[in-house]
């Protein structure tokens, strides 16, 4: 639970007189983004539909992974929200794809929330059985605290970022169902050692589905539309512990720092 704190004097501090109070107030701040998360989550499931929320750091080959994701899954009933704080470059290259799209600018906002998708999901008018994709905002801190009603997490680390990601942003990889490790063939390349990054992530998240990927060669593309394919073919059972996830996540923030 993310909180905020008020502080209260209590009367005007004067010689001799007690020192000022300081009361700490918690305030869920989430409480209404996750009803609308459940709202939205529940309007899904019941026309059958996935909702995959793509996660990471700017730069990361998510936008990418996705156009090509959408080529191969030409004509398949798929929809995606594009989130970004200016622009609609990435929607206008999700569009050339020939799939519906929704962009959404946050402004200063460092990622979507679920009245944002809700309103999303009401424009996009879903046919039943479909998936949508929601590409957030390129930021690994503030997307883990908030729930979209999705049934997973996806998040898209490349090997030109760092092999201590996971540890450095638990609680983005800890909410995370799969990690796409992303440019594979970039690897020889660079300085990354993908064994450790995976030893991390799964020191975070020990269930955390892990995929090598390269959006550019090709490389684990099938593996990434057989991981999609048995989403849709298996009932919700993970929106529970997504939700779970979250709390737990926020719990983990809420300890009230000492004054």
């Not at 459940?38 to 026309?47: H, M, P, V």
């Not at 609609?88 to 519906?100: H, K, L, M, Q, S």
Request: glycine share 6%; charged share 25%; aromatic share 2%.
């Amino acid at each position: 639970m993310h909180t905020a704190r008020a502080r209260t004097d209590a009367g005007t501090q004067t010689a001799g007189s007690p020192p000022k109070r300081v009361v700490p107030i918690e305030t869920d701040i989430l409480a209404r983004n996750n009803k609308l998360a459940r709202l939205n989550r529940q309007r899904l499931a019941e026309k059958g539909i996935l909702a995959l929320n793509l996660v990471s750091s700017p730069g990361s080959g998510k936008t990418t992974l996705l156009v090509e994701t959408l080529r191969k899954m030409a004509g398949d009933n798929i929809s995606v929200i594009e989130g970004d704080q200016e622009t609609d470059n990435d929607a206008a290259r999700i569009r050339e794809t020939g799939v519906r799209a929704i962009q959404i600018n946050t402004g200063k906002g460092c990622h979507l929330d679920a009245a944002m998708i809700g309103d999303a999901l009401d424009r996009l008018q879903l046919r039943d059985r479909g998936v949508v994709f929601i590409e957030n905002v390129g930021n690994l801190v503030c997307p883990a605290g908030f729930d979209l009603g999705e049934d997973s997490k996806v998040v898209v680390l490349s090997v030109t970022e760092g092999e201590d990601k996971p540890l450095k942003y638990p609680h983005m990889f800890a909410a995370a169902s799969l990690m796409v490790l992303n440019k594979i063939d970039l690897a020889p390349h660079v300085d990354f050692d993908i064994e450790r990054c995976e030893t991390n992530a799964r020191r975070v998240n020990p269930n955390i589905d892990i995929l090598r990927l390269s959006a550019r060669t090709g490389d684990g593309m099938e593996q990434w539309l057989d991981w999609i394919a048995a989403r849709r073919e298996s009932p919700r059972p993970r929106a529970n512990a997504l939700a779970e996830s979250h709390r737990a996540a926020s719990d983990t923030t809420a300890t009230p720092e000492p004054r």
